[in-house]
Every structure is written in structure tokens, then in C-alpha cells.
């Protein structure tokens, strides 16, 4: 009988460092036709734990991997002390991640703050790849800061192709970068200042952040149910057995971490 618990070793093909405490790990993973958007991985090493990731991205072609790991505890200490061609052991993709179908051939608004933005960059990703799947794509991400900017080079590619509004809660809004929240610019966004019938809005950043941009967007009258979130909890059995996710009834490991808002709404710790 298999171990659902055991993670299974994965070799590190790539490290490319984004900020001071932010690396992007490319690892291999031969079943990467496997994983949707939005899904997360248990990574871990012996001795020192384990810890859920989401995937920022992955190739079904290539059968890798991508993960934005931050620097912050112990397991990613010892993460950030290994190198190209060393071993990550990791088990996964886990959880109910964006289902492309609900945003085929409707208006989208991607808005993401700080690590938030690796949760949706494989979605990004593919419909850039694949622009006719979507009608349009309006993008607004936040940072704190120019030092705290994640995925600079993919923002400026996706500037080709989409609207692409970034805010800095404090500094200077050098290259076109605006001062302020997502919340302040959210009302300039193309899609938002014309009537668009049903038009999808997907949010993943800090609780706080989802919590008054989704008020935001439905102020300027997007509908409950045209409404995405992404719950970032520490997950930990990551398949439902814990409970150290759960919500009331929800786990949010099985059930989420995507949700619709109309569920989301009522998943208040």
C-alpha cells in the first residue's frame, strides 16, 4: 500500500534569484501533465519539516516544475542552502486550483499582491501562449516596494500582450510603476471602465488585500460569483486528514485553496 505521506525525490534543474529572500526553484517532475493552475506542492526535507508551495509554473512538454520560495523558517533555510543537481523531495500537485473553463472566452481582471502573483503566473503564462481563450486580460499587480518586485521580466513580456497596472505601496513609481494599492488603481482598468457583461475577476494575495480588493471589484460591479480567491493557509497533511487547514467544514487542502467568493465569503477563522 502506497504512503500518501511520503514525498518522492526531485531533482533541481534550475535557481534563479528574484529578491534578497526570494528564489525561483525549477525542478523535475515527470508528471507535470497532471497539475492545474493554482495547485500546490508539499516540500520538505529530512530533519527539517515540510511546507506547502504553490506552483508558479510547469511544462507538460519539458515535465518540470516551478516553485517561488521565500526565505523565512527553517525548512526554507535549508531549501536555500541547496544547489543545481541536488535533491528536493516533494508530493503533490494538491488541491482545487483555476479552472480554465470558467474564464473561456469571458473578460478577465487578474489582481495579485506581493507572493501572490505565483499562484497565477502559470495562468498568465498559458494564455499568453494562448490568447484566444480568453476575450480580454486586464492585470494589476502590488508590491511594497522596487526591492520587493517578483517575476520582472515576466511582468515586462506580459506588458506586450495585456494591460498591466503595477503599484508600490511606498517608493518612487519609476518605469511606470504607480504609488499607492490595488484598490486605488483598480477603478482605471480597461475592463472595469467599460460595461462588461460577466466580467471574471481572480484575486490572490494576504487575506487583507483579497478582502477590500474583492469589496472594491464588487463596488465597481463585478458579481459575487464572477469573483476568484485563493487561500494561502498553512497546509499540512495537504489530503484532509489533519484538519489543520480547515474551516469550519472546509478543508481547504481538498476543497480549495481557489475558491468562488460566494463560498469564500463565509470562510472567516
Given at each position: 500500500m502506497d504512503n500518501?505521506?511520503?514525498?518522492?525525490?526531485?531533482?533541481?534543474?534550475?535557481?534563479?534569484?528574484?529578491?534578497?529572500i526570494e528564489c525561483l526553484f525549477r525542478v523535475e517532475f515527470e508528471k507535470a501533465g497532471e497539475i492545474n493552475f493554482g495547485q500546490f506542492f508539499q516540500i520538505s526535507l529530512p530533519q527539517a519539516g515540510e511546507c506547502p508551495i504553490s506552483i508558479s509554473d510547469f511544462s507538460k512538454e519539458e515535465k518540470w516544475a516551478e516553485f517561488l520560495i521565500r526565505k523565512v523558517g527553517t525548512v526554507t533555510d535549508k531549501i536555500f542552502a541547496l544547489k543545481v543537481g541536488d535533491i528536493l523531495p516533494m508530493r503533490g500537485p494538491y488541491g482545487h486550483g483555476f479552472e480554465l473553463s470558467a474564464y473561456a472566452q469571458k473578460d478577465l481582471i487578474i489582481a495579485a499582491g506581493g507572493s501572490g502573483?505565483?499562484?497565477?503566473?502559470?495562468?498568465?503564462?498559458?494564455?499568453?501562449?494562448?490568447?484566444?481563450?480568453?476575450?480580454?486580460?486586464?492585470?494589476?499587480?502590488?508590491?511594497?516596494?522596487?526591492?520587493?518586485?517578483?517575476?520582472?521580466?515576466?511582468?515586462?513580456?506580459?506588458?506586450?500582450?495585456?494591460?498591466?497596472?503595477?503599484t508600490l505601496d511606498k517608493g518612487s513609481g519609476k518605469e511606470g510603476k504607480k504609488i499607492g494599492l490595488v484598490t486605488d488603481y483598480a477603478a482605471e482598468l480597461p475592463l472595469v471602465q467599460k460595461p462588461v457583461p460577466d466580467l471574471q475577476v481572480i484575486i490572490v494575495g494576504p487575506p487583507v488585500m483579497m478582502k477590500f480588493t474583492a469589496q472594491k471589484f464588487l463596488a465597481?460591479?463585478?458579481?459575487?460569483?464572477?469573483?476568484?480567491?485563493?487561500?494561502?493557509?498553512?497546509?499540512?497533511?495537504?489530503?484532509?486528514?489533519?484538519?489543520?487547514?480547515?474551516?469550519?467544514?472546509?478543508?481547504?487542502c481538498l476543497e480549495g485553496p481557489v475558491f468562488n467568493y460566494v463560498k469564500a465569503k463565509q470562510l472567516i477563522d
Open positions: 500518501i505521506f511520503m514525498p518522492e525525490p526531485h531533482k533541481i534543474l534550475q535557481i534563479k534569484k528574484l529578491t534578497a502573483v505565483a499562484p497565477v503566473r502559470s495562468l498568465i503564462n498559458h494564455i499568453e501562449k494562448n490568447k484566444s481563450c480568453v476575450k480580454n486580460l486586464n492585470l494589476i499587480f502590488g508590491f511594497r516596494d522596487n526591492d520587493s518586485i517578483l517575476f520582472e521580466e515576466d511582468i515586462k513580456r506580459w506588458q506586450t500582450s495585456f494591460d498591466v497596472t503595477v465597481l460591479g463585478a458579481k459575487e460569483e464572477n469573483i476568484w480567491v485563493s487561500f494561502e493557509r498553512k497546509m499540512s497533511c495537504a489530503v484532509g486528514k489533519c484538519g489543520h487547514c480547515r474551516i469550519d467544514e472546509t478543508y481547504v
